[in-house]
Nanobody, 124 residues
Framework: QVQLVESGGGLVQPGGSLRLSCAASGRAFSSHFMGWFRQAPGAEREFVAVISWNGGYTYYADSVKGRFTISRDGAKNTVYLQMNSLKPEDTAVYYC?????????????????WGQGTQVTVSS
């Protein structure tokens, strides 16, 4: 079992920044791919970013590429999502998730464990 707890969400003005954290506990976290997803009101949950177990591989959705950065600290069992140049359309509940699978990393069903989510609101 892996338990995931997100934090760091909040209200920010357009153009601002936030850093989300996802603290993991449980066994074998170090062997998991970790992903961030988001879900806006009335919309489906969508992929944001993913990072490999050693941080050597990252991939981003086109909508956040160049603005968001995913990273992980193995010693702290924590994954981060640094979000810069935020836009109102980034408003959503952000979820972290983990998987030991190697393929289809942008798909929701690939992930085995999910956090409870943290709200990000971008508004003036």
């Amino acid at each position: 079992q892996v338990q995931l707890v997100e934090s760091g969400g909040g209200l920010v003005q357009p153009g601002g920044s936030l850093r989300l954290s996802c603290a993991a506990s449980g066994r074998a976290f170090s062997s998991h791919f970790m992903g961030w997803f988001r879900q806006a009101p009335g919309a489906e949950r969508e992929f944001v970013a993913v990072i490999s177990w050693n941080g050597g591989y990252t991939y981003y959705a086109d909508s956040v590429k160049g603005r968001f950065t995913i990273s992980r600290d193995g010693a702290k069992n924590t994954v981060y999502l640094q979000m810069n140049s935020l836009k109102p359309e980034d408003t959503a509940v952000y979820y972290c998730a983990s998987t030991i699978k190697l393929l289809r990393l942008m798909e929701i069903l690939t992930y085995d464990y999910w956090g409870q989510g943290t709200q990000v609101t971008v508004s003036s």
